[in-house]
């Protein structure tokens, strides 16, 4: 990689590196400190809990079981949006955020699924019963949610009749 490049697209990188180690620091520390899968510690009784479990498959536990292509899938994802990123010649800052963060949670949860088969997920929002995730699953979705920004705010100059 060139060094022009990586400055031009600092941010991206930057983001994705980020992401990517904090996701895995925090995963080693739940696996570290509870004994066994499905431990749980009330951070907030009944609303938010850290709880401590694998998922064999992708978001909402959908494709479970089906590690191997997963895997792969987010390998894919990666490798596409480094590519993208590497021949898009100009890129905004948000957009290069967004990308970074996705990039970050796709190789986040790609590490576990290559190295343990499964993804160690661990915040729990028990208020309104949504499925246990991890920051690899955060930081997926603050991406979309940039794009979706950058999306909207891509400025165009109306065209005038002369």
Do not use: C
């Amino acid at each position: 990689m060139s060094k022009k490049f990586i400055r031009r697209k600092r941010s991206f990188w930057l983001i994705a590196i980020l992401g990517i180690i904090l996701d895995q620091i925090t995963k080693y520390l739940v696996v570290q400190s509870f004994a066994q899968i499905g431990d749980t510690v009330p951070l907030w009784q009944g609303v938010f809990h850290l709880t401590y479990v694998i998922n064999t498959g992708a978001a909402f536990s959908f494709f479970r079981g089906q590690v191997d292509i997963l895997r792969w899938i987010s390998l894919v994802v990666s490798l596409a949006l480094i590519i993208f990123v590497w021949y898009t010649p100009k890129i905004s800052l948000i957009e290069q955020l967004g990308y970074g963060f996705i990039l970050a949670g796709a190789i986040g949860n790609g590490i576990d699924r290559f190295l343990f088969g499964y993804v160690v997920d661990f915040l729990d929002f028990r208020l309104i019963n949504f499925p246990v995730f991890n920051l690899a699953d955060v930081s997926i979705n603050i991406g979309v949610l940039l794009l979706l920004i950058a999306s909207f705010s891509a400025t165009s100059k109306p065209k005038t009749n002369s």
